[in-house]
């Protein structure tokens, strides 16, 4: 979904970053995607190959960071590891379940200078 | 232009309209003719101090040329001035390497008298100055400060704001405006519609009579927070009203994006297919309720009602399944009884937070009142 307005969100991150944390170029930016995060790790590249042109991060790698989905099965009283969002749990088949991880979308780090 | 979804660029970076401190960096000469900047943020006067062990990095600058930055903390207050030459100790803990920020390792161990540096301190003079930053910004946080914003302007106000969803051609339209036909008579009623283009569906629904605001998203494929805070500006809902907002017809982006509403609502057609809770899982997943539109259809069709709402359940365990019709008005008696115990709660919790200042009011009122006798007498 909507993967080139994140792909400016990151940017306006990374622009407002250079200010409070003094720097004039960034040379990669670690991106956390979760599996149930509803985002495309492909199209972010796509995206981000787009936006960053002419910008502070014209040079900067998009490395993606995928983490897996997981979630609570209730009636197993276990975290267990979920692919979609209606994945049943893999003990007990049920759909009884809380997502717990998976969901990030977040910029983790950033190399500078 | 986006791969997945079709939507463009532009639409997504308004100026802010809420006025967040800025943070912002400034450089500093010390005595002994070093300088170095740390970004800090102003409340109103040119001048901070730091309390107790504030935390915070500072990138100096040598009279070698040479740069560095670390984080250290303050002990004590002390102002920062601006133009001249300022003097203040730093105590510098071993935080060189704090996980938020590190220097590069490669260039570890150039000691200097600074006052006082803890041992991992590193400079790099002359050498690659590429630095980590740790960051761990969530790129949705943006739009969801702007959802809180909108969150507690509803819960001020008594107002009942609910975000539907659909695909296009679900009748999400038609649906609204049987709704606010039956409604508008019991509860003042306020319309955000979302489009790509034109005012269409804003002119179906003021012509029930109820205030409408169109957002045009050109590009966008769907409604953010800070569009909707605009809209609510100019379309000024009265207290302890429903607003609905019609988002976007998309069953993709939507379910991404914090509107500030009570509640999403998604609508499915039965003429689309009853997998589509599986095909469109976050959409599904994000909202509280699912109304199930054109039943009236279902003779016709191979449609099967009882998987879809498994379907659903699957995705979102505890999804509220309602069956409607919105021209021929099968459940629409639900589906309005649900809006109006919605709404009376949103105004409940708003009376109850108004009693409870008059009743705080009052009771300042008498304490004043008793300081002031107590003034009279000494006088």
Known sequence: ???????????????????????????????????????????????????????????AALEIIEVPGTA????????????????????????QLQVTGGEELRIKELEVE | MCTV????????????????????????????????????????????????LVEHSH????????????????????????????EHEHTHGPAGDRPRYSGDPVAFGHGHAHHGHGPAHSHAPGMSRTRMVQIEQDLLAENNRYAAANRRYFAERGIFALNLVSSPGSGKTTLLVRTIEALKGRMPIAVIEG??????????????????????TGKGCHLDAHMVGHALERLNPVPESVVMIENVGNLVCPAGFDLGEAHKVVILSVTEGEDKPLKYPDMFHAADLMLLNKVDLLPH??????????????VKPGI???????????????????IEEGARAAAAVRRDTIDALRRRNAEL??????LKARLGERT
Request: aromatic share 6%; charged share 30%.
């Open chain 1, 1 to 59: 979904m909507h993967e080139m307005s994140l792909c400016e969100s990151i940017l306006k991150v990374l622009e407002e970053q250079a200010r409070a944390q003094d720097y004039t170029r960034v040379k990669v930016v670690r991106l956390e995607i979760g599996a149930l995060a509803g985002v495309e790790p492909e199209a972010m590249r796509f995206g981000f190959d787009v936006v960053k042109k002419g910008t502070l991060a014209e040079q």
């Open chain 1, 72 to 95: 609570w099965c209730m009636p197993c009283g276990r975290t267990v590891a979920v692919e979609r969002r209606f994945d049943a749990c893999p003990y007990c088949g049920g759909y």
């Open chain 2, 5 to 52: 979804c079709g939507c463009g660029s532009g639409t997504m970076t308004i100026e802010g309209h809420e006025h967040v401190e800025e943070e912002h960096t400034h450089r500093h000469r010390h005595a002994d003719g070093t300088e170095h900047s740390h970004p800090h943020t102003h409340e109103g006067e040119h001048a901070h101090s730091h309390e107790g």
């Open chain 2, 59 to 86: 990138v100096h600058r040598h009279a070698d040329g040479t740069e560095h930055s670390h984080w250290h903390t303050h002990e004590d207050d002390h102002p920062h001035g601006h133009g001249e030459p300022v």
């Open chain 2, 195 to 216: 489009d790509q283009q034109t005012s269409l569906d804003a002119d179906r629904i003021r012509a029930t009579g109820v205030p409408s605001l169109q957002i045009n």
């Open chain 2, 301 to 314: 069709l191979s449609f099967d009602v009882e998987r879809c709402i498994e379907y659903a359940r699957r």
């Open chain 2, 320 to 338: 509220r399944v309602l069956q409607v019709s919105a021209t021929r008005g099968d459940g629409l008696d639900e589906w309005l009884a649900w």
């Open chain 2, 365 to 370: 009122e008498r304490e004043l009142a008793a």
